[in-house]
């Protein structure tokens, strides 16, 4: 809808008096300002910011599940929780915090970044894009509707059979799980999808592959994993789906069922997903270091292929989650020397990293103190993981504590200081305003102090035998002397509460910024890549005129050159950059309209789900949902035909985006 | 002044990769595709000797029956080509016709297949009778879907084409809907052989 009219000292955006109609009944959305703005947006701005705000509530969700859960292991025979309520307690809490917010934060920050770092106005599909954040939100909600109807999922996050039969689990809570993650793999595969293509083909002149800044490139392949990944968690979930609704024994080994087919389908998704979870944090440090060492990032070629590598090996790794399933001695052999090997390009990029730090004009902003804080964390869960490749010693620490402590190290040390860094790396970005720096050196301190407080004394309490998912310990098995179990699991409780401390620092944070932050200067951290090069916030069409590239970091080789002695120095200023682009602003943009359909599509979705555990008929009427939403949206042209704008849009004077 | 941007529709005239982004969309999707049915054809594979207390593969299939059905699922690739070709050539008239006998074919195949599983059912092997049975209606029924969907596209376009509602441009439309029709056909070759021609 949104034709933005520029002149050089006005953005202001036109409404459009005369909008299109959706399927004969309904007119366009055109409203640009208030809830519909958002509701029926196709900006993948608008979508980015959405997708976050989604995903920092369901942190927030899946933090209070964690936070019940050192609670109750805190001290011996613990009474808040019983035995069921905490089997869905930890089912859903490392559900939500691999699925409702890593990875739609993940994407929150692609949809966001990748179009202003690659030079486009938008996304490949925008209504996709609308589309894959709605089934995100629903499936999430979906997911956790089931608390309220008879109990959330109990079969741990990777949900083995047998204990994800009907007869182990009888209520309805794994069914909302199978479907609820059925609905945001749907998003996740749009997403991909979209966000390839975005990458591949919407490219400013110039941008070739080895010019994308880090972030695009580590998204791009974490893109690519998702695609390849999500249809094989799709088959697991049908075949769980058929066996618990209608009767099918794909995993009953009563029934002559392989109970490993399960566990092969899982984590050749599951594997893959570790790196979809860690590889966007990669991408956001390796943004973050070098704008605060003031040097380029250090061999950036390894750091992209590293990446690739860990994409390719990552899907020769899975088996090492199995190691205790009796494989035999070949397939153990393989998947042990892969894992091995999977360790090299992760050590590749923390050797990239550490050489960028070196010799450089550190600047200990709180983004960089997250980055750096992931490369120390970060490394210890790695090197805990390659233990878990030696199969011998992992068959010992398989479902003990040892293994928890490890991927809260690289999960947590990693991919969530990644994604808090980039929080206070871009925040300026998107809302113009700069977060606190106390306040985010507080909220860091805290969060790494607490958070080695609780993963760290888990190694030793795993070493020392504490299984996984025992709801309590008792007294009788906690051992001897002053660093006994009792002693560890209290000190890690405590460490929980540290570590909300930390993150509730963080949402004040972002309270206070809102009220009276200060507001961020262009430029604010003498940034190096294309998003910084535009204003804050960005405007809606991103660009006054699509930049051409001719550097790895554009935006730095504009601001300075080299002078006769070989030192860069600089020799614009952010402001003469940006004028030279709005001295070239292009007259008319012809921006992607809003849509009903993609919410429409979405809402068919969770209709779907609960007919399929409910009544067929309810199904039925969702199936009817999503096929008009189908029907509706491909009559719809993605961008309103000129004719429907007034005064009529000239095609001739006219870029299209998106 | 730089125009290098792009409807969702509008071809690959000013792409980076010179691939329009609904093809280099499809493309991707039918890449994820392939591991939805690898996912399915494994567990196929893995259940297809366990019969249980059911009929064996070679009791029930009848191998002329698919036979038939395949080879019109194979020349509905060949109709489909042609529609494309005519939509490419702004003939209307041949695209209209070659789309409606695709999908006319594409009915066919599905029909068979819901005669040969109500064969089965009637012979005994019901959805639950063993994991062979569940995981041969699992994989059979996810490629009938596939063939399904395809010929509701290929019904509605021709429907929407009459009243000339295509946004964007008409030939590539039809050619993407031609790109998922040859891969479910590809899927099949697949399936056939593995599950019937290979004996168990």
């Known amino acids: ?41 196709v900006d993948h701005k608008k979508l980015g910011i959405m997708y976050s705000a989604a995903a920092l509530f369901f942190f927030i969700v899946g933090g209070l599940e964690a936070v019940l859960i050192r609670l109750q292991l805190a001290a011996p025979n613990g009474k808040i929780l019983n035995a069921d309520l905490y089997n869905q307690m930890f089912t859903m809490h490392a559900t939500t915090m691999v699925f409702l917010f890593v990875m739609p934060m993940a994407a929150g920050l692609a949809n966001y970044f990748i179009p202003l770092q690659i030079g486009a106005r938008d996304v490949a599909f925008p209504r996709i894009n609308a589309f894959s954040f709605w089934a995100f939100l629903f499936g999430g909600l979906f997911l956790n509707l089931s608390w309220f109807l008879g109990g959330a999922a109990d079969g741990g996050w990777f949900m083995y059979a047998p204990n994800s039969g009907p007869v182990f689990s009888p209520s309805h809570g794994i069914d909302f799980w199978v479907l609820g993650l059925q609905i945001t793999g749907i998003a996740s595969l749009a997403g991909a999808v979209n966000l390839i293509t975005t990458v591949l083909n919407m490219r400013a002149p110039g941008m070739k592959l080895m010019r994308m800044p880090i972030f695009t490139w580590m998204q791009l392949v974490v893109q690519f994993l998702l695609l390849f990944a999500v249809p094989v968690i799709t088959v697991a979930l049908f075949l769980l789906s058929f066996q618990r609704n209608f009767g099918a024994t794909f995993f009953d080994v009563s029934a002559g069922a392989d109970p490993l ?23 956001v440090i390796s943004e973050v270091l070098p704008v605060f060492s003031r040097k380029p990032l250090f061999g950036y070629p390894f750091v ?11 899907w020769g ?79 010992q620490q398989t479902d003990t504590y040892y293994i928890v402590a490890h991927f809260h190290y690289v999960l947590f040390g990693g991919a969530v200081f990644g994604l808090f860094s980039g929080f206070y790396y871009w925040w300026p970005k998107v809302f113009g305003k700069l977060l606190n720096e106390k306040l985010g ?8 102090i607490g ?88 405007k809606e069409h991103n660009f006054d005129s699509i930049p051409t590239i001719s550097h790895l970091d554009e935006f730095f080789h504009r601001k300075y050159q080299e002078d006769a002695s070989g030192q860069m120095v600089k020799v614009k200023t952010a402001e003469q950059v940006m004028k030279e682009l709005e001295d070239n602003a292009d007259a008319h943009i012809h921006m992607p309209s809003p849509s009903y359909w993609p919410i429409f599509l979405a809402a068919g979705l969770p209709v779907i789900s609960f007919g399929v555990i409910y009544s067929i008929p309810i199904a039925i009427i969702g199936g009817v949902i999503v096929l008009f939403g189908c029907y509706g949206w491909s009559i719809e042209p993605s961008t309103a035909p000129d004719d429907d704008f007034d005064p009529p849009a000239t095609t001739k004077d006219v870029v299209h985006v998106g | 002044m730089t125009t290098d941007s792009h409807t969702e529709t509008d071809g690959a005239a000013h792409t980076s990769t010179g691939l329009s982004n609904n093809k280099l969309g499809m493309w991707l999707f039918l890449g994820s595709e392939c591991l939805l049915f690898g996912g399915l054809i494994s567990t196929y594979m893995l259940y297809r000797g366990r019969v249980g207390e059911g009929p064996r593969p070679s009791q029930v299939f009848d191998i002329p029956f698919t036979s038939v059905s395949s080879f019109v699922l194979l020349m509905s690739s060949l109709t489909m080509v042609l529609a494309v070709s005519a939509a490419h050539k702004g003939d ?86 031609g790109l998922y029709w040859h891969f479910v056909d590809v899927v099949w070759i697949i399936i056939f052989t593995l599950i019937y021609l290979i004996p168990a």
């Open chain 2, 92 to 177: 209307d008239r041949n695209t209209y016709l070659w789309t409606t006998v695709t999908a006319i074919l594409g009915a066919t195949f599905v029909g068979g297949q819901v005669y040969e599983f109500t064969a089965f059912y009637n012979e005994g092997m019901g959805f639950t009778t063993s994991l062979f049975s569940s995981s041969f209606y699992v994989l059979t029924g996810f490629h009938g879907v596939h063939v399904t969907v395809g010929v509701i596209m290929l019904m509605s376009i021709v429907g929407i084409m009459k009243r000339s509602k295509v946004p964007g441009s008409k030939s590539e439309t039809v050619e993407m809907i």
């Open chain 1, 317 to 395: 790794v899975w088996a090492h989650h199995m190691f205790a399933s009796g494989l035999g001695p070949v397939s153990v052999a393989v998947f042990s020397i892969s894992t091995m090997a999977i360790a090299v390009p992760t050590g590749v990029k923390i050797v990239n990293w550490t050489m960028t730090l070196w010799g450089g004009k550190l600047e200990f902003t709180a983004a960089m103190k997250f980055a750096v804080g992931l490369i120390v964390l970060f490394t210890i869960g790695g090197l805990s993981g390659v233990t878990h490749s030696v199969a011998p010693s992992d068959t």
């Open chain 1, 304 to 314: 992209v292929f590293s990446g690739a590598a860990i994409g390719f090996v990552g």
């Open chain 1, 451 to 538: 958070m080695n407080m609780t993963f760290g004394p888990m190694h030793i309490l795993g070493l020392q035998g504490q299984p996984r998912r025992m709801y309590q310990w008792t007294e009788a098995r906690a051992g001897e002397g002053l660093f006994n179990f009792g002693f560890w699991n209290m000190f890690a409780s405590i460490g929980s509460i540290v570590l909300s401390i930390g993150i509730l620092l963080f949402l004040i944070n972002i309270v206070i910024t809102a009220r009276n932050g200060k507001v961020a200067p262009l430029d604010p951290w003498d940034a190096r890549s294309l998003e910084w090069m535009t204003s804050n916030p960005p």
């Open chain 1, 441 to 448: 050196t507080w909220n860091f301190w805290l969060m790494v």
């Open chain 1, 261 to 283: 087919l399960w566990q092969h389908l899982f984590w050749i998704f599951g594997h893959p997903e570790v790196y979809i979870l860690i590889l966007p944090s990669f991408g």
């Open chain 1, 1 to 41: 809808m949104a034709i933005i009219e520029r002149s050089i000292t006005s953005t202001e955006v036109f409404s459009v008096a005369t909008p299109s109609s959706s399927l004969g009944a309904l007119k366009r959305p055109v409203a640009t300002t208030g809830w519909k703005s958002w509701l029926f947006t």
